[in-house]
Protein backbone atom coordinates (compact mmCIF):
# COMPACT_ATOMS: atom_id res chain seq x y z
CA UNK A 1 0.00 0.00 0.00
CA UNK A 2 2.53 2.19 0.70
CA UNK A 3 4.33 2.49 -2.78
CA UNK A 4 1.17 4.15 -3.76
CA UNK A 5 1.37 7.06 -1.37
CA UNK A 6 3.01 9.66 -3.26
CA UNK A 7 3.68 13.65 -3.03
CA UNK A 8 3.95 16.12 -5.32
CA UNK A 9 2.11 13.96 -8.42
CA UNK A 10 0.66 17.43 -9.40
CA UNK A 11 4.38 18.49 -10.57
CA UNK A 12 4.49 15.67 -13.15
CA UNK A 13 3.23 16.54 -16.91
CA UNK A 14 0.38 14.30 -18.03
CA UNK A 15 2.50 11.00 -19.55
CA UNK A 16 4.14 11.01 -16.27
CA UNK A 17 0.83 10.78 -14.25
CA UNK A 18 -0.23 8.04 -16.73
CA UNK A 19 2.88 5.64 -16.26
CA UNK A 20 2.97 6.57 -12.68
CA UNK A 21 -0.67 5.44 -12.67
CA UNK A 22 -0.11 2.37 -15.02
CA UNK A 23 2.73 1.21 -12.53
CA UNK A 24 1.29 1.50 -9.26
CA UNK A 25 -2.69 0.81 -10.27
CA UNK A 26 -2.61 -0.91 -14.01
CA UNK A 27 -0.17 -3.69 -13.77
CA UNK A 28 2.25 -1.79 -16.00
CA UNK A 29 -0.88 -1.75 -18.57
CA UNK A 30 1.33 -0.67 -21.88
CA UNK A 31 -1.97 0.69 -23.41
CA UNK A 32 -2.77 3.04 -21.06
CA UNK A 33 -0.94 5.51 -22.50
CA UNK A 34 -2.56 5.67 -26.23
CA UNK A 35 -5.96 4.81 -24.50
CA UNK A 36 -6.14 8.23 -22.26
CA UNK A 37 -4.41 9.70 -25.43
CA UNK A 38 -6.82 8.61 -27.65
CA UNK A 39 -9.27 10.80 -25.90
CA UNK A 40 -7.51 14.17 -26.00
CA UNK A 41 -8.58 16.50 -28.54
CA UNK A 42 -6.95 17.15 -31.76
CA UNK A 43 -7.12 21.15 -30.83
CA UNK A 44 -3.79 21.72 -28.26
CA UNK A 45 -4.99 25.06 -27.32
CA UNK A 46 -8.70 23.69 -26.84
CA UNK A 47 -6.89 21.33 -24.62
CA UNK A 48 -5.07 23.37 -22.80
CA UNK A 49 -8.18 25.39 -21.80
CA UNK A 50 -9.90 21.44 -20.79
CA UNK A 51 -7.08 20.82 -18.68
CA UNK A 52 -7.12 24.34 -17.29
CA UNK A 53 -10.27 23.48 -15.46
CA UNK A 54 -9.19 21.01 -12.93
CA UNK A 55 -6.07 19.87 -11.66
CA UNK A 56 -4.24 16.62 -12.62
CA UNK A 57 -5.74 15.96 -15.81
CA UNK A 58 -5.19 13.11 -17.51
CA UNK A 59 -7.79 12.60 -20.45
CA UNK A 60 -11.12 14.03 -21.24
CA UNK A 61 -14.26 12.23 -19.82
CA UNK A 62 -16.95 12.07 -22.83
CA UNK A 63 -20.33 12.85 -21.90
CA UNK A 64 -23.38 13.27 -24.47
CA UNK A 65 -24.34 16.52 -25.81
CA UNK A 66 -27.60 16.47 -26.70
CA UNK A 67 -30.88 18.44 -27.46
CA UNK A 68 -34.22 18.29 -27.06
CA UNK A 69 -36.29 20.61 -29.35
CA UNK A 70 -39.89 22.42 -29.05
CA UNK A 71 -39.69 23.63 -26.11
CA UNK A 72 -42.44 26.61 -25.86
CA UNK A 73 -41.46 28.48 -22.83
CA UNK A 74 -43.01 31.99 -22.51
CA UNK A 75 -44.24 32.45 -26.00
CA UNK A 76 -40.27 31.25 -27.04
CA UNK A 77 -39.67 28.03 -28.85
CA UNK A 78 -36.13 26.71 -27.83
CA UNK A 79 -34.02 23.84 -28.74
CA UNK A 80 -32.88 22.89 -25.23
CA UNK A 81 -29.13 21.25 -24.73
CA UNK A 82 -28.89 19.11 -22.31
CA UNK A 83 -25.17 16.84 -21.32
CA UNK A 84 -26.83 13.95 -20.08
CA UNK A 85 -25.65 9.73 -20.25
CA UNK A 86 -28.84 8.42 -18.92
CA UNK A 87 -29.85 7.23 -22.40
CA UNK A 88 -33.88 8.18 -22.31
CA UNK A 89 -33.90 11.50 -20.65
CA UNK A 90 -33.60 13.81 -23.88
CA UNK A 91 -35.96 12.10 -25.42
CA UNK A 92 -38.51 11.99 -22.24
CA UNK A 93 -37.78 15.99 -22.67
CA UNK A 94 -38.61 16.21 -25.83
CA UNK A 95 -41.52 14.28 -25.65
CA UNK A 96 -43.18 16.23 -22.84
CA UNK A 97 -42.22 19.34 -24.65
CA UNK A 98 -43.89 18.09 -27.86
CA UNK A 99 -46.65 17.22 -25.69
CA UNK A 100 -47.03 20.78 -23.72
CA UNK A 101 -46.06 22.33 -27.65
CA UNK A 102 -50.04 21.29 -28.94
CA UNK A 103 -51.16 22.84 -25.09
CA UNK A 104 -49.91 26.10 -24.66
CA UNK A 105 -46.17 25.67 -23.54
CA UNK A 106 -44.68 26.30 -20.56
CA UNK A 107 -45.22 29.63 -18.31
CA UNK A 108 -42.45 30.56 -15.93
CA UNK A 109 -42.15 33.77 -13.28
CA UNK A 110 -38.92 34.64 -11.82
CA UNK A 111 -40.42 35.00 -8.05
CA UNK A 112 -36.96 36.86 -7.00
CA UNK A 113 -33.34 36.45 -7.53
CA UNK A 114 -31.48 37.28 -4.36
CA UNK A 115 -28.60 35.02 -3.18
CA UNK A 116 -26.76 34.66 0.21
CA UNK A 117 -23.47 34.65 1.83
CA UNK A 118 -22.43 34.42 5.45
CA UNK A 119 -19.54 35.37 7.58
CA UNK A 120 -19.28 32.99 10.30
CA UNK A 121 -17.56 34.37 13.44
CA UNK A 122 -17.37 34.34 17.12
CA UNK A 123 -17.03 37.13 19.73
CA UNK A 124 -17.38 36.34 23.99
CA UNK A 125 -18.97 39.54 24.81
CA UNK A 126 -22.32 40.69 25.47
CA UNK A 127 -24.63 40.55 22.64
CA UNK A 128 -26.20 44.01 23.11
CA UNK A 129 -23.13 45.49 22.60
CA UNK A 130 -22.29 43.61 18.80
CA UNK A 131 -25.96 45.13 18.00
CA UNK A 132 -25.55 48.90 19.20
CA UNK A 133 -22.69 49.33 16.65
CA UNK A 134 -23.78 46.37 13.94
CA UNK A 135 -25.01 49.92 12.33
CA UNK A 136 -21.79 51.42 12.21
CA UNK A 137 -20.29 48.22 10.93
CA UNK A 138 -22.25 47.80 8.11
CA UNK A 139 -21.62 51.20 6.71
CA UNK A 140 -17.48 50.35 7.22
CA UNK A 141 -18.16 46.83 5.44
CA UNK A 142 -19.85 48.38 2.68
CA UNK A 143 -17.29 50.81 2.19
CA UNK A 144 -14.24 48.62 2.57
CA UNK A 145 -15.50 46.25 -0.13
CA UNK A 146 -16.60 49.21 -2.24
CA UNK A 147 -13.62 48.63 -4.61
CA UNK A 148 -15.11 44.87 -5.49
CA UNK A 149 -18.74 46.28 -5.97
CA UNK A 150 -18.20 48.87 -8.08
CA UNK A 151 -18.35 47.15 -11.22
CA UNK A 152 -21.57 44.73 -10.11
CA UNK A 153 -23.40 47.74 -8.78
CA UNK A 154 -22.60 49.60 -12.19
CA UNK A 155 -24.80 46.39 -13.74
CA UNK A 156 -27.44 46.97 -11.32
CA UNK A 157 -26.40 44.33 -8.59
CA UNK A 158 -24.37 44.36 -5.36
CA UNK A 159 -24.73 44.18 -2.04
CA UNK A 160 -28.65 43.97 -0.88
CA UNK A 161 -28.66 43.58 3.02
CA UNK A 162 -26.31 42.75 5.87
CA UNK A 163 -28.60 41.27 8.89
CA UNK A 164 -26.98 39.93 12.35
CA UNK A 165 -27.70 36.95 13.42
CA UNK A 166 -27.23 35.83 17.03
CA UNK A 167 -26.49 32.20 17.71
CA UNK A 168 -25.53 32.42 20.91
CA UNK A 169 -28.18 30.39 22.33
CA UNK A 170 -27.51 27.26 20.36
CA UNK A 171 -23.77 27.75 20.39
CA UNK A 172 -21.44 29.55 22.55
CA UNK A 173 -20.19 33.50 21.09
CA UNK A 174 -21.24 32.26 17.62
CA UNK A 175 -22.52 34.91 15.62
CA UNK A 176 -23.47 35.47 11.85
CA UNK A 177 -23.28 37.93 9.07
CA UNK A 178 -25.86 37.00 6.79
CA UNK A 179 -25.72 38.77 3.29
CA UNK A 180 -27.68 38.89 0.51
CA UNK A 181 -26.82 40.03 -3.56
CA UNK A 182 -28.06 40.59 -6.41
CA UNK A 183 -25.30 39.37 -8.69
CA UNK A 184 -27.26 40.01 -12.45
CA UNK A 185 -26.22 37.36 -15.11
CA UNK A 186 -23.41 36.19 -13.10
CA UNK A 187 -24.13 32.90 -10.53
CA UNK A 188 -21.82 35.57 -8.35
CA UNK A 189 -19.98 32.76 -6.45
CA UNK A 190 -16.53 34.51 -6.81
CA UNK A 191 -17.74 38.39 -6.38
CA UNK A 192 -19.89 37.27 -3.14
CA UNK A 193 -16.81 35.12 -1.80
CA UNK A 194 -14.72 38.22 -2.07
CA UNK A 195 -16.82 40.08 -0.58
CA UNK A 196 -17.78 37.95 2.36
CA UNK A 197 -13.48 37.90 2.49
CA UNK A 198 -13.17 41.61 2.52
CA UNK A 199 -16.42 41.39 5.49
CA UNK A 200 -13.63 39.44 7.47
CA UNK A 201 -10.65 41.54 7.47
CA UNK A 202 -12.96 44.72 8.16
CA UNK A 203 -14.87 43.10 11.06
CA UNK A 204 -11.77 41.90 12.04
CA UNK A 205 -9.93 45.12 12.42
CA UNK A 206 -13.25 47.08 13.26
CA UNK A 207 -13.43 44.58 16.38
CA UNK A 208 -9.79 45.09 17.53
CA UNK A 209 -9.86 48.67 17.18
CA UNK A 210 -13.69 49.45 18.69
CA UNK A 211 -13.98 50.72 22.10
CA UNK A 212 -17.13 48.56 22.83
CA UNK A 213 -15.42 45.66 21.37
CA UNK A 214 -11.84 45.65 21.44
CA UNK A 215 -11.72 44.27 25.06
CA UNK A 216 -13.04 40.62 23.94
CA UNK A 217 -11.39 38.62 21.07
CA UNK A 218 -13.45 38.15 18.19
CA UNK A 219 -12.90 35.61 15.29
CA UNK A 220 -13.55 35.09 12.19
CA UNK A 221 -14.64 31.93 11.69
CA UNK A 222 -15.58 31.27 7.78
CA UNK A 223 -16.68 33.56 5.03
CA UNK A 224 -18.62 31.97 2.35
CA UNK A 225 -21.80 31.95 0.01
CA UNK A 226 -24.41 29.52 1.01
CA UNK A 227 -25.82 27.24 -1.72
CA UNK A 228 -29.12 27.04 0.07
CA UNK A 229 -30.89 29.84 -2.18
CA UNK A 230 -34.65 30.30 -1.26
CA UNK A 231 -34.96 34.24 -2.66
CA UNK A 232 -33.71 32.90 -5.80
CA UNK A 233 -36.74 30.85 -7.10
CA UNK A 234 -38.38 30.65 -10.69
CA UNK A 235 -41.71 28.91 -11.13
CA UNK A 236 -42.79 26.67 -13.92
CA UNK A 237 -46.11 25.44 -15.03
CA UNK A 238 -48.31 23.63 -17.62
CA UNK A 239 -51.64 23.33 -17.45
CA UNK A 240 -54.54 22.67 -19.89
CA UNK A 241 -58.20 21.30 -19.48
CA UNK A 242 -58.11 17.39 -18.46
CA UNK A 243 -60.09 16.61 -21.72
CA UNK A 244 -56.86 17.95 -23.75
CA UNK A 245 -55.18 15.32 -21.86
CA UNK A 246 -57.01 12.36 -23.60
CA UNK A 247 -54.24 11.05 -25.61
CA UNK A 248 -51.66 11.22 -23.12
CA UNK A 249 -52.40 7.71 -22.29
CA UNK A 250 -54.08 4.95 -24.83
CA UNK A 251 -55.71 3.11 -21.82
CA UNK A 252 -57.21 6.31 -20.13
CA UNK A 253 -59.36 9.20 -21.10
CA UNK A 254 -57.65 12.47 -19.74
CA UNK A 255 -59.80 13.07 -16.45
CA UNK A 256 -58.59 9.67 -15.32
CA UNK A 257 -55.18 10.24 -16.88
CA UNK A 258 -55.08 13.85 -14.50
CA UNK A 259 -56.23 12.17 -11.61
CA UNK A 260 -53.85 9.88 -11.83
CA UNK A 261 -51.15 11.98 -12.01
CA UNK A 262 -52.27 14.41 -9.30
CA UNK A 263 -52.36 11.00 -7.06
CA UNK A 264 -48.51 10.39 -7.78
CA UNK A 265 -47.49 13.63 -7.25
CA UNK A 266 -49.73 14.01 -3.90
CA UNK A 267 -47.30 10.65 -2.90
CA UNK A 268 -43.93 12.45 -3.58
CA UNK A 269 -45.67 15.43 -1.47
CA UNK A 270 -46.12 12.58 1.45
CA UNK A 271 -43.39 10.24 1.19
CA UNK A 272 -39.60 10.83 1.04
CA UNK A 273 -38.57 7.91 -0.35
CA UNK A 274 -40.81 8.32 -3.36
CA UNK A 275 -40.21 12.06 -2.91
CA UNK A 276 -36.60 11.19 -3.70
CA UNK A 277 -36.89 9.63 -6.48
CA UNK A 278 -39.73 11.85 -7.90
CA UNK A 279 -36.85 14.71 -7.63
CA UNK A 280 -34.17 12.65 -8.76
CA UNK A 281 -36.36 13.12 -12.21
CA UNK A 282 -36.87 16.44 -12.07
CA UNK A 283 -32.91 16.79 -11.56
CA UNK A 284 -32.72 14.42 -14.47
CA UNK A 285 -33.83 17.64 -16.82
CA UNK A 286 -32.51 20.49 -14.70
CA UNK A 287 -28.60 19.06 -14.28
CA UNK A 288 -28.17 18.33 -17.88
CA UNK A 289 -29.16 21.89 -18.92
CA UNK A 290 -27.08 23.04 -16.05
CA UNK A 291 -24.05 21.11 -17.39
CA UNK A 292 -24.53 21.60 -20.83
CA UNK A 293 -24.72 25.44 -20.25
CA UNK A 294 -21.11 25.59 -18.10
CA UNK A 295 -23.06 25.94 -14.89
CA UNK A 296 -22.34 24.38 -11.44
CA UNK A 297 -24.76 21.22 -11.06
CA UNK A 298 -22.99 20.25 -7.47
CA UNK A 299 -24.68 24.01 -6.13
CA UNK A 300 -27.67 23.55 -7.83
CA UNK A 301 -28.68 19.95 -6.37
CA UNK A 302 -27.48 21.15 -2.99
CA UNK A 303 -29.61 24.00 -2.91
CA UNK A 304 -32.54 22.62 -4.48
CA UNK A 305 -32.63 19.56 -1.87
CA UNK A 306 -31.94 21.61 1.13
CA UNK A 307 -35.13 23.76 -0.60
CA UNK A 308 -37.07 20.26 -0.86
CA UNK A 309 -36.59 20.13 2.97
CA UNK A 310 -37.41 23.42 3.84
CA UNK A 311 -40.46 22.53 5.34
CA UNK A 312 -38.93 20.55 7.69
CA UNK A 313 -39.49 16.68 5.84
CA UNK A 314 -38.09 15.69 2.26
CA UNK A 315 -40.66 16.83 -0.51
CA UNK A 316 -41.17 16.64 -4.00
CA UNK A 317 -40.32 20.26 -5.41
CA UNK A 318 -43.12 19.80 -8.27
CA UNK A 319 -46.80 20.05 -7.33
CA UNK A 320 -50.19 19.28 -9.43
CA UNK A 321 -53.91 20.58 -8.71
CA UNK A 322 -56.82 19.68 -10.94
CA UNK A 323 -59.70 22.94 -10.12
CA UNK A 324 -62.68 23.65 -12.47
CA UNK A 325 -61.70 20.77 -14.68
CA UNK A 326 -57.96 22.70 -15.47
CA UNK A 327 -54.74 20.44 -14.67
CA UNK A 328 -51.95 21.98 -13.87
CA UNK A 329 -48.57 20.93 -12.80
CA UNK A 330 -45.63 23.44 -11.71
CA UNK A 331 -42.33 23.46 -9.95
CA UNK A 332 -40.81 26.44 -7.71
CA UNK A 333 -36.80 25.89 -7.88
CA UNK A 334 -34.09 27.59 -6.48
CA UNK A 335 -31.49 28.55 -9.76
CA UNK A 336 -28.72 30.27 -8.54
CA UNK A 337 -27.03 30.28 -12.40
CA UNK A 338 -25.22 32.63 -14.62
CA UNK A 339 -25.06 33.10 -17.69
CA UNK A 340 -21.34 34.89 -18.01
CA UNK A 341 -18.29 34.40 -15.86
CA UNK A 342 -17.52 30.89 -15.21
CA UNK A 343 -16.98 28.40 -18.17
CA UNK A 344 -19.86 29.86 -19.74
CA UNK A 345 -17.51 31.33 -22.44
CA UNK A 346 -14.88 29.14 -22.03
CA UNK A 347 -16.22 25.71 -22.17
CA UNK A 348 -16.86 25.73 -26.06
CA UNK A 349 -19.89 23.73 -25.87
CA UNK A 350 -21.47 26.08 -22.85
CA UNK A 351 -20.74 28.90 -25.19
CA UNK A 352 -22.78 27.29 -28.10
CA UNK A 353 -25.51 26.45 -25.51
CA UNK A 354 -26.05 30.10 -24.52
CA UNK A 355 -25.73 30.76 -28.30
CA UNK A 356 -28.08 28.08 -29.13
CA UNK A 357 -30.75 29.47 -26.31
CA UNK A 358 -30.17 33.37 -27.58
CA UNK A 359 -28.06 34.37 -25.41
CA UNK A 360 -30.30 34.43 -22.52
CA UNK A 361 -30.00 36.17 -19.53
CA UNK A 362 -29.25 34.43 -16.06
CA UNK A 363 -33.22 35.23 -15.52
CA UNK A 364 -34.11 33.61 -18.75
CA UNK A 365 -32.11 30.80 -18.41
CA UNK A 366 -33.76 30.27 -14.99
CA UNK A 367 -37.01 29.62 -16.62
CA UNK A 368 -35.77 27.24 -19.28
CA UNK A 369 -33.79 25.15 -16.84
CA UNK A 370 -37.17 25.20 -15.11
CA UNK A 371 -38.88 24.30 -17.54
CA UNK A 372 -37.22 21.24 -18.66
CA UNK A 373 -36.94 20.35 -15.37
CA UNK A 374 -40.94 20.20 -15.31
CA UNK A 375 -41.06 18.84 -18.78
CA UNK A 376 -39.05 15.75 -17.02
CA UNK A 377 -41.02 15.16 -14.55
CA UNK A 378 -44.05 15.43 -16.75
CA UNK A 379 -42.63 12.74 -18.84
CA UNK A 380 -41.48 10.59 -16.38
CA UNK A 381 -44.55 10.65 -13.91
CA UNK A 382 -46.79 10.35 -17.33
CA UNK A 383 -44.77 6.73 -17.83
CA UNK A 384 -44.90 5.82 -14.34
CA UNK A 385 -48.66 6.07 -14.06
CA UNK A 386 -49.18 4.52 -17.41
CA UNK A 387 -47.26 2.16 -19.06
CA UNK A 388 -44.08 2.38 -16.59
CA UNK A 389 -40.73 3.47 -17.09
CA UNK A 390 -39.10 0.42 -18.45
CA UNK A 391 -40.63 0.28 -21.79
CA UNK A 392 -39.49 3.40 -22.46
CA UNK A 393 -36.48 3.38 -20.72
CA UNK A 394 -34.94 -0.02 -22.33
CA UNK A 395 -35.61 0.72 -25.54
CA UNK A 396 -33.37 3.70 -25.11
CA UNK A 397 -30.95 1.18 -23.39
CA UNK A 398 -30.89 -1.27 -25.93
CA UNK A 399 -27.98 0.51 -28.20
CA UNK A 400 -26.16 0.32 -24.86
CA UNK A 401 -26.43 -3.58 -24.79
CA UNK A 402 -25.82 -3.68 -27.94
CA UNK A 403 -22.83 -1.91 -28.08
CA UNK A 404 -21.72 -3.49 -25.10
CA UNK A 405 -21.98 -7.01 -26.83
CA UNK A 406 -20.28 -5.86 -30.08
CA UNK A 407 -23.37 -6.15 -32.43
CA UNK A 408 -22.61 -5.46 -35.72
CA UNK A 409 -25.07 -3.25 -37.84
CA UNK A 410 -26.62 -5.94 -39.31
CA UNK A 411 -27.35 -7.13 -35.26
CA UNK A 412 -28.36 -4.09 -33.96
CA UNK A 413 -31.03 -3.50 -36.74
CA UNK A 414 -32.30 -7.02 -36.59
CA UNK A 415 -32.45 -6.59 -32.59
CA UNK A 416 -34.54 -3.41 -33.14
CA UNK A 417 -36.72 -4.82 -34.84
CA UNK A 418 -37.05 -8.28 -33.02
CA UNK A 419 -37.63 -5.62 -29.72
CA UNK A 420 -40.20 -3.54 -30.74
CA UNK A 421 -42.81 -6.17 -29.77
CA UNK A 422 -40.00 -8.24 -26.89
CA UNK A 423 -39.63 -7.14 -23.64
CA UNK A 424 -35.55 -5.77 -23.70
CA UNK A 425 -32.94 -7.42 -21.10
CA UNK A 426 -29.47 -7.77 -21.12
CA UNK A 427 -30.10 -11.69 -20.74
CA UNK A 428 -32.57 -11.58 -23.39
CA UNK A 429 -30.51 -9.22 -26.01
CA UNK A 430 -27.19 -11.18 -25.35
CA UNK A 431 -29.44 -14.68 -26.22
CA UNK A 432 -31.05 -13.20 -29.32
CA UNK A 433 -27.91 -11.68 -30.39
CA UNK A 434 -25.92 -15.30 -30.05
CA UNK A 435 -28.72 -16.80 -31.42
CA UNK A 436 -28.43 -14.66 -34.84
CA UNK A 437 -24.58 -15.16 -34.62
CA UNK A 438 -25.19 -19.35 -33.87
CA UNK A 439 -27.64 -19.21 -37.22
CA UNK A 440 -25.05 -16.99 -39.61
CA UNK A 441 -22.47 -19.75 -38.46
CA UNK A 442 -24.96 -22.31 -39.84
CA UNK A 443 -25.78 -20.94 -43.10
CA UNK A 444 -21.85 -20.26 -43.93
C1 LIG B 1 -35.12 7.89 -13.61
O1 LIG B 1 -33.86 8.45 -13.96
C2 LIG B 1 -36.04 8.97 -13.09
C3 LIG B 1 -37.39 8.47 -12.55
O2 LIG B 1 -37.14 7.47 -11.57
C4 LIG B 1 -38.09 9.65 -11.97
C5 LIG B 1 -39.36 9.31 -11.22
O3 LIG B 1 -39.48 8.21 -10.69
O4 LIG B 1 -40.22 10.23 -11.15
C6 LIG B 1 -38.18 7.82 -13.65
Not at 33 to 60: C, M, P, R, V
Not at 210 to 215: E, K, N, V
Not at 255 to 282: C, L, M, S, Y
Not at 385 to 393: E, N, S
Request: charged share 20%.
Amino acid sequence: MKDKIISGFYKKNKQEKVEWLAEHYFANDPTLLAELQSFAHANQDLQKIFDGFSENTLANYYMPYGVAPNFLIDEQLYAVPMVIEESSVVAAAASAAKFWLQRGGFQTKIISTTKLGQLHFSWSGPSHELQAVFEDLKVVLRQDAAPITANMEKRGGGILDIELLDFTAVEADYYQLKVSFETCDSMGANFINSVLESFGATLRRFAATHPQLRSYPLEVIMAILSNYTPDCIVRAQVACPTELLDDACKDMDGPTFAEKFRKAVRIAQIDPFRATTHNKGIFNGVDAVILATGNDFRAIEAGGHAYAAASGQYKSLSDCKIEDGIFTVWLDFPLAVGTVGGLTKLHPLAKRSLELLGQPSAPQLMSIIAATGLAQNFAAVRSLVTTGIQKGHMKMHLMNILNFLAASDTEIKASQQHFEKETISFNAVRAYLEMLRSASVKSV
